[in-house]
Each structure stands twice: as structure tokens, then as C-alpha cells.
């Protein structure tokens, strides 16, 4: 009797055992999916960044390595964008995770390989000066342009220094959430990754940083919006906001601003408001502007006989004089783009 309860009060003491002791199940092998992954590349995918810029399209290279019919295994596309061996910058996990990396995979080998790389998405163009040389050759242009537009921007927008950056460049899924706080972006979507210091090297980054400064010049961060229209006895009337998108304190102050509203084909200014107007010609409405520090705002409006439609719709430009290229760079052509209104 002693024996049996003996037996049945070790019994479940080696069950657990064997339970403890028994391995964990294996997990899924993670399997790509090749229309999210083409929904990824062609940016159709929350938080997707912008491989194309340097890949080519449909991943046929250009700057970059051609990616498509490559047999590339969704863990050669992780060890890629986490580790990376090249000048491409690092992405984290909020930017490309595992399973979307196995998702590029299952995309890329749905395309054929190509016979050639396509062209750079961004060229260096003749005569260009040895900073905008690097900033093409080393990456930066294929997504920034050839005139490094955005990153002037945010030099006119908050006059950062060197350092600041830098940290910008090598710590960039940190570092721009926490610039944005600081300008009050809301923007929440980083296309680009970390950069790493021993491919693009400080002193060529200084040499980026300086050309963009210096001789180039920062852009005034000038933005405009044309709001809803507004049916009124005489047309509709639709508001336009002019505004230096600047930290008071630290941006530029824009000077010498022309705004251009495109009237579209078929439709008639009934009137317009704001300082500066110039009037109408050749179907262009025109205001010029004195000046704009930042956090300013112009108050504009147009009145057209009919509402614009989604075939019919404005386009509009703001230019400004100053601040601009310094001599020798190249004509002036920094403009910010006015969208149309909302339908």
C-alpha cells in the first residue's frame, strides 16, 4: 500500500520533469508575401521607405545594386538593411521589419533579372562644385535632388550647426523625431536610415554641410495652402495661407516673395485679396510680398466664377529673392510648391 502511494506522489513530480525538459516548439519558418512586398516597394504600405530612389524601378538598379530575379532569401534582404555593406544607411525595425524584408524577397523574384542597371535617379551635373559632387556620389541626391532641397530646408527652417547635423545624418531614427519635436512637425514616417561614419566619413560630410551652407545657401522654409472654397453671391471665394514654416529665433527671414496662383483653363478671377496683389495675366494670379520671418502669415484669397474641379484644379508657387545661392552656384531655382485645393 505504501509503494502505491509512493508511486502516485512521484508520478506527477516526473511528469513536470518531462515536461520541463521537453524543447520548445520550433517557430514558423516566416514566409514572404510578394504583393506586400510590391505594395512595400512602390511605397503603398504604412511606413515604407523609398528603396526605388537608388534600387531603380522594380528593383532593376541603378545607383544601388539591381535587387530583382537576383534569388536573394528574405534573410540576405535583413542581413542587408540591418547590417548593411555599402554606403546605404541602416534601417531598424520601424522602418523595415523581418517579415517585410521576407516580403521584398517574395517580390524580387517575381521580376525578371534585368540586362542593365538603370541610370542614377540623380546625376552630377557638369561643373558641379566638389560638395554637391560628394552629396550626389555619396548617396545623398538620389532622394534629396541634386540641390539638396530638403535638408537646406531644415537649415533655413532651425540654422543648425555642424554637429547638429551630423547627428542628423549618423543617428537619424533618433535624431529627426527629435528635431521635428523641436520645430513642431507632426510627421511621423523616416525614409532614411543611419548612415554609417567609416562609409560616409565626417570630413566628407563637412564638405556636404559647407557646400549646402555656404555656397549654395540655405532655403527659406516657405509653405502655402489653399484651403476649401467658399460659395458666396459672387463665386467662390477660396482662402490662401502664405506662412514661414521657421523657428522664431533661428530661421531665415524670406525676402522679395512672389506667390503664383495657376487660374485654372475655363474659369474667371471675379476678385482676389491680400497685400501685395498684382492682378491676373495670362491666366497667372500674382501677389508680391515684402518679406516673411518666421512663424509669419499671409492672408490671401481668390474668387472664381466657378468651383475648380479634380480635372481643373490650382497649382501655385511661392519664389523669393533672398535668401538664395550665393554667386557662381547657379541661377536661383528654390521654390515651394502650392497644392490645390481640397475637393
Partial sequence: MKKTLLAFLVLPFAQCAAFAQAPAPAPAPLVGDA????????????????????????????????????????????????????????????????????????????????TAPDDWNVSVPEGAPPGQVTMITMGCGQCHGENFNGPRNNMGAYNFNFDYFANLVYNHTTAMPQYRAEIGNNATNLDMGNFSRTRLTINQLRQIYFWARDEKGVRAPMGGQIAKGEPGP?????????????????????????????????????????????????????WRLPRSAPKDQDKLSITLNQPVTQAANFKGTITWASPGPKPGTGPNTDAANINGAPL
Fill in 234 to 286: 459672387s463665386g467662390v471665394t477660396y482662402p490662401i495661407t502664405i506662412t514661414n514654416n521657421g523657428v522664431v529665433g533661428r530661421g531665415v527671414i524670406a525676402q522679395g516673395l512672389t506667390v503664383k496662383i495657376n487660374v485654372p483653363s475655363g474659369h474667371n478671377v471675379v476678385a482676389a485679396t491680400g497685400p501685395g496683389y498684382q492682378g491676373v495675366a495670362e491666366g497667372v494670379a500674382t
Fill in 35 to 114: 504583393a506586400a512586398g510590391k505594395a512595400y516597394w512602390e511605397r503603398k504600405a504604412p511606413r515604407a521607405v523609398d528603396c526605388e530612389n537608388c534600387h531603380g524601378p522594380e528593383g532593376k538598379g541603378g545607383f544601388g545594386p539591381d535587387l530583382a530575379g537576383r534569388g536573394l532569401s528574405g534573410a540576405q534582404v535583413l542581413r542587408a538593411v540591418r547590417r548593411p555593406w555599402g554606403v546605404m544607411p541602416m534601417f531598424v525595425g520601424s522602418q523595415i521589419s523581418q517579415q517585410e524584408a521576407y516580403n521584398l524577397a517574395a517580390y524580387f523574384a517575381t521580376l525578371p533579372k534585368p
